[in-house]
């Protein structure tokens, strides 16, 4: 009788996981080590790079949900449960399908059997965890960003006539020629005939799309 087959399942959703040691060529190096010491014959890795947790829609994942139904592997390997997904409802919909497969998961962070009672428990309450720490980060980072504009810091591409300064977070300040846009503007000008005006002063080539979006972005930093 040969090794079992398994499958080694990859997921990085950003850059800042690869730095912070979950990069795909760490987790794949670590699942194959896994494999070799379980004595399991790797079938094929499934990664998924560039894609939350939160979807399920990844076509890694699709294709070794397909591979499972079709017996090509009976264990699947992976570096942590919230790499699988983040969501607890999901993590459990797609380990169950698995399970009617006759395909477990195992991961390197849960040292149980997910099939059994207590495994499953555990595995629902690590799930869980990684559940709320996303939604309580994805709270403190809204926060945080409503606290970085109040504070006059710009988030986002750098805006056409606006100067910049460059500390810990990007801070924008209207140009000469965005005050002149504001003032032609509450002259009550429209915004071709500020364009005009304003091409003639600062020798420039300015559409009246720039001149909406300048205010706009006055408005934003509340300079309207």
Not at 54 to 70: E, G, H, T, Y
Not at 141 to 156: A, L, P, R, S
């Amino acid at each position: 009788m040969g090794s079992e087959k398994s499958a080694l399942y990859i997921r990085v959703s950003t850059e800042e996981q690869a730095e912070k040691g979950a990069s795909i060529e760490a987790q794949e190096e670590f699942l194959e080590d896994w494999a070799k010491k379980e004595d399991f014959e790797v079938y094929g890795t499934y990664t998924d790079k560039g894609y939350s947790g939160k979807n399920l829609k990844r076509p890694a994942l699709q294709k070794l949900i397909k591979d499972a139904k079709n017996k090509k592997f009976s264990v699947v390997l992976c570096y942590h449960n919230d790499r699988l997904s983040r969501d607890t409802k999901d993590a459990l919909t797609i380990t169950q399908e698995l399970l009617r497969y006759e395909v477990r998961f195992r991961f390197s962070n849960l040292d149980v059997d997910i099939t059994s009672p207590e495994g499953e428990l555990f595995f629902t309450l690590q799930a869980g965890f990684a559940t709320y720490f996303r939604k309580d980060l994805a709270r403190k980072t809204k926060f945080g960003m409503q606290k970085i504009k109040k504070d006059g810091y710009w988030i986002g591409r750098i805006p056409d006539l606006f100067e910049v300064e460059r500390e810990k977070h990007t801070k924008v300040t209207p140009s000469k020629t965005a005050l002149r846009i504001k003032e032609l503007r509450q002259m009550k000008l429209s915004y071709r005939k500020i364009a005009i005006k304003v091409a003639e002063e600062f020798e420039i080539d300015i559409n009246h799309v720039k001149i909406y979006r300048t205010l706009k972005t006055l408005e934003k930093l509340k300079l309207q």
